[in-house]
Nanobody, 121 residues
């Protein structure tokens, strides 16, 4: 059974920084793209950033320069470094990954449970 578990969320003041982690565990053969999404209250879930297995990245235009996505393929872990956080960054942040589990020919889409980030003074 494959699981994605996020950690690192919490309350931070405007201008502060946080680093999220997302660890994939279980019977994993391979992981392709890994992404972060977020969903603010009353809004639709939106893409934050993605990174391929070969470390190609893409970001939501509005977040470029403040957020940095990275991954450690040896640990099956995804990271999101968030700097200069703003109140509008308040949301639940979700990890997403395309994973081929053991015994499968295909990559499936997996989601973490989400971690809350609140930016407030």
């Amino acid at each position: 059974q494959v699981q994605l578990v996020e950690s690192g969320g919490g309350l931070v003041q405007p201008g502060g920084s946080l680093r999220l982690s997302c660890a994939a565990s279980g019977s994993i053969v391979s992981i392709n793209a890994m992404c972060w999404y977020r969903q603010a209250p009353g809004k639709e879930r939106e893409l934050v950033a993605c990174i391929s297995r070969g470390f190609t990245t893409n970001y939501a235009d509005s977040l470029k320069g403040r957020f940095t996505v990275s991954r450690d393929n040896t640990k099956n872990t995804l990271y999101l470094q968030m700097n200069n956080l703003k109140p509008e960054d308040t949301a639940v942040y979700y990890c997403n990954a395309q994973i081929k589990p053991m015994g499968s020919f295909y990559f499936n889409d997996y989601w973490g449970q989400g971690t809350q980030i609140t930016v407030s003074s």
